[in-house]
C-alpha cells in the first residue's frame, strides 16, 4: 500500500498570513494531485504535478513537486478567508490514486 | 451538466438494514469509484470501476457490494448494516484510472 503524510494535519492562522502544507512518501508517485474540499461538499481539483522539481501557481497558490517524485508541497501566500478547507493530495502509482489524510485549514478574519 | 450526483443525501439506518446508495455521472467518464470519509481517516477507496463491466475492490471492500450498472451509473449497496459503516460516502469518476476525478456532493449515512 502507498502511503502518503500529510502535515500538518490541523492549521489555524490569521488571513494575510502565509502557510505552507506537505505532503510526504517513500513511494515514488507518476504524478501527484492537491485536492480542496470545503464543508459539506467533495473535493475539487487544484492542480496535477508530473514531472520532478515542477512548480505550478494558481493564483496565491504555489504547488511544487519534489525532484524524486515523493513529495510535494502547497505554499499559500496572503491566506484569505476563502482559502479554508480540508486540502488533500493524491498520488497516482500503477493507475491508481492514493489519498493522503489531508490537512484542515482555517482562516480566521 | 450535472458532473456527479448521488442519492440520497442523508440516510439513517437501523443496524441490519440494507440500503443502495446510487451515483450517476454525465461526463461520458470510463472510471468510477466509492469512497467513505471518516474524520481523521481521509477517503478511504471502498470499490472502483476502471470501464465498463468491470469492478474491484479497493482497500475497505468488506460489508459493500457495487454494481456497474452501465457506463454513467455506479451503485454501492450495504446488505446488512452496522454501526462502522456510519460515514460521508463519496462517488467519483474520472476519464481514466489516473486521471482527474470529478467527486459528488456526498451521502451521509448513520447506522444507529
Known amino acids: 500500500t502507498q502511503l502518503l503524510e500529510q502535515s500538518p494535519q490541523f492549521l489555524s492562522i490569521q488571513e494575510g498570513e502565509n502557510l505552507t502544507v506537505y505532503c510526504n512518501s517513500s513511494?515514488?508517485?507518476?504524478?501527484l494531485q492537491w485536492y480542496r474540499q470545503e464543508p459539506g461538499e467533495g473535493p475539487v481539483l487544484l492542480v496535477t504535478v508530473v514531472t520532478g522539481g515542477e512548480v505550478k501557481k494558481l493564483k496565491r497558490l504555489t504547488f511544487q513537486f519534489g525532484d524524486a517524485r515523493k513529495d510535494s508541497s502547497l505554499h499559500i501566500t496572503a491566506a484569505q478567508t476563502g482559502d479554508t478547507g480540508l486540502y488533500l493530495c493524491?498520488?497516482?502509482?500503477?493507475?491508481?490514486?492514493?489519498f493522503g489524510k489531508g490537512t484542515l485549514l482555517t482562516v480566521n478574519p | 451538466n450535472a458532473g456527479v450526483t448521488q442519492t440520497p443525501k442523508f440516510q439513517v439506518l437501523k443496524t441490519g438494514q440494507s440500503m443502495t446508495l446510487q451515483c450517476a455521472q454525465d461526463?461520458?467518464?470510463?472510471?468510477m469509484y466509492w469512497y467513505r470519509q471518516d474524520p481523521g481517516m481521509g477517503l478511504r477507496l471502498i470499490y472502483y470501476s476502471a470501464s465498463e463491466g468491470t469492478t474491484d475492490k479497493g482497500e475497505v471492500p468488506n460489508g459493500y457490494n457495487v454494481s456497474r450498472l452501465n457506463k454513467r451509473e455506479f451503485s454501492l449497496r450495504l446488505e446488512s448494516a452496522a454501526p462502522s459503516q456510519t460515514s460521508v460516502y463519496f462517488c467519483?469518476?474520472?476519464?481514466?484510472?489516473?486521471?482527474?476525478?470529478?467527486f459528488g456532493p456526498g451521502t451521509r449515512l448513520t447506522v444507529t
Open positions: 513511494s515514488v508517485f507518476s504524478s
Open positions: 461526463m461520458n467518464h470510463n472510471s
Open positions: 493524491a498520488g497516482d502509482s500503477n493507475y491508481k490514486l492514493t
Open positions: 467519483a469518476s474520472s476519464e481514466g484510472p489516473s486521471y482527474e476525478q470529478y
